[in-house]
């Protein structure tokens, strides 16, 4: 049943009478059919279950042998595939994201496709060739979306910087970061310079390979930037590792200068910020107060983090101190104060500056609309939120359905593509696979109300 949107999303707007603090108690599950959230219960069930996760590559290669392909490619679709991937071509993530539209929950693509961070294996500049023609169709993609039926607003994608850039470039790109700090070497006016000319640059401290492959990782970077601009596609750039992270950084600062100038129609290049990293607070403030000073506009991914123990494990083994918040609670604390602080710039420079609360947690969430009718920032406006296709629907349908712009991050490709993909993330997340069980306490709540037949059953 295809419910239309102009019946499931309220209109947005400042809300009447005071701020209500949003009902988490799957009270929306009502939209969804008997099907959905019964497959939603045995995967997230599945997936809290810890050997599945740490041998999920394993046991599926240990499937296909024994079931065959086809059979076990059946049995994922309509599982852990059919729950957290969009599909295969464009028709079916067009087909996936109309479902959504009518839930008042609009997409945000992601190509999967990495590097892994310790590869040992040298890809060549062809693979990052193919992910680039996979990011150029995303955009297309996207922008095509909007044409489907359902609410308008701002179309936005996920971008791996590591599939257009290598991990080992990457990598010393950071060491020199650290080591050279704020230098003209390494400046992303210099870096933005290339990018805009395509004149081959050399940065002393890389060799001629290194160049080389920095002026190509380049010219890629530009021309997703230029056609994801044309097309009105924002770009949210994802946070890696700490190994990383400064050279992605530097990278989405030369982007900036050129594709978040004044003028342009807001960011259309955002970065990505940890919450669980001690020094997160510290940057985001310095960066949005650079921004606000150079007249740049200025996008954020707010996000707590993903890669903890990996993060943990590379101190211990190198001796260096731990770059992650000591606890869980501390990184709460974090996130709540880049929070504030971003609602604040938000609210200081509107439209320049936009906010995604890319979060699960509940009290994040609230705390966000609380603070956004405090500060009059409108429930449509440069402040949206964000969440995992398949997970917690919960708190994406209470936000979509109050008013707010929620986002679904969504996969797609093929299983051979997709899998490996979402076991990797997986095994990141375990924390909130098995923080899911509130939510699966309310999708067992919501189809013990319907095979009891009680209250008004919803779309089957
Ligand atoms: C739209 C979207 C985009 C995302 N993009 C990125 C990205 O670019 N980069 C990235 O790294 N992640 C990304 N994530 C994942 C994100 O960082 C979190 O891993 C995930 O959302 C869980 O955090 P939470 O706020 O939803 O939920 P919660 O369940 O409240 O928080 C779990 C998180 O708390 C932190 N934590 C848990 N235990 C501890 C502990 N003992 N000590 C310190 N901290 C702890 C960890 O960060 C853990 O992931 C994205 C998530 C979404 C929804």
Same mark, same amino acid.
């Given at each position: ?141 996207? !922008?095509? $979306?909007?044409? @489907?039926?359902?609410?308008?607003? &701002?179309?936005?994608?996920? #971008?791996?910087?590591? =599939? %257009? ?68 596609? !924002?770009? $949210?750039?994802? @946070?890696?590792?700490?190994?990383? &992270?400064?050279?992605?950084? #530097?990278?989405?600062? =030369? %982007? ?73 609670? @501390? ?9 504030? #602080? ?119």
């Amino acid at each position: 049943m295809l419910w239309t949107c102009r019946v499931l999303c309220p209109q947005a707007g400042p809300s009447a009478g005071g701020w209500q603090p949003l009902s988490f108690d799957g009270g929306a599950f009502h939209l969804k059919r008997t099907g959905e959230l019964t497959r939603a219960l045995l995967v997230l069930r599945l997936c809290g279950w810890p050997p599945l996760v740490t041998h999920g590559l394993a046991l599926q290669a240990w499937s296909q042998r024994l079931l065959g392909s086809r059979l076990s490619g059946a049995l994922l679709r309509a599982s852990i595939y059919g729950q957290f991937v969009a599909g295969e071509t464009a028709e079916e993530v067009r087909g996936c994201v109309q479902q959504l539209q009518t839930l008042c929950l609009r997409p945000l693509l992601a190509v999967p496709t990495e590097e892994e961070p310790d590869s040992a294996v040298k890809i060549g500049e062809a693979w990052y060739e193919g992910n680039l023609s996979a990011m150029l169709r995303c955009v297309d993609l996207s !922008r095509g $979306l909007l044409e @489907a039926p359902g609410p308008t607003g &701002n179309i936005l994608m996920q #971008l791996k910087m590591t =599939a %257009l850039t290598s991990t080992r470039l990457c990598r010393e790109l950071t060491s020199w970061v650290r080591r050279l700090g704020a230098s003209w070497e390494l400046s992303p006016e210099r870096l933005a310079e290339a990018m805009d000319s395509g004149r081959g640059l050399q940065i002393s401290c890389l060799n001629a390979e290194q160049n080389q492959h920095l002026q190509s990782s380049l010219s890629r970077l530009h021309r997703v930037a230029q056609h994801a601009q044309a097309q009105r596609v !924002r770009l $949210l750039v994802d @946070a890696e590792y700490t190994s990383l &992270n400064p050279a992605l950084s #530097l990278l989405v600062a =030369a %982007l900036a200068e050129r594709w978040n100038r004044p003028g342009e129609g807001g960011p259309w290049v955002w970065n990505t910020y940890q919450a669980y990293l001690k020094d997160t607070h510290e940057r985001l403030r310095r960066d949005a107060e650079a921004a606000d000073r150079a007249g740049l506009a200025f996008g954020v991914k707010l996000v707590r983090g993903a890669y903890l123990d990996k993060e943990r494990e590379v101190a211990r083994l190198q001796g260096t101190q731990d770059p992650t918040q000591p606890d869980y609670e @501390a990184t709460n604390q974090s996130y709540s104060r880049c929070l504030e #602080l971003m609602l604040a710039h938000v609210s200081h420079r509107g439209p320049m500056c936009h906010l995604m609360v890319a979060s699960h947690n509940e009290e994040s969430v609230q705390q966000a609309t609380k603070r956004m009718w405090e500060l009059g920032i409108p429930l449509d406006g440069p402040v949206c939120f964000g969440q995992l296709l398949g997970m917690c629907d919960h708190v994406s349908l209470a936000l979509g359905q109050a008013g707010y712009a929620v986002y679904k991050s969504i996969p797609y490709g093929s299983l051979e593509e997709v899998i490996p993909y979402l076991i990797r993330r997986a095994q990141e997340n375990r924390s909130v696979l098995r923080g899911a069980r509130r939510e699966q306490e309310l999708l067992s709540q919501e189809l013990r109300r319907r095979l009891l037949g009680r209250g008004l059953g919803g779309p089957r």
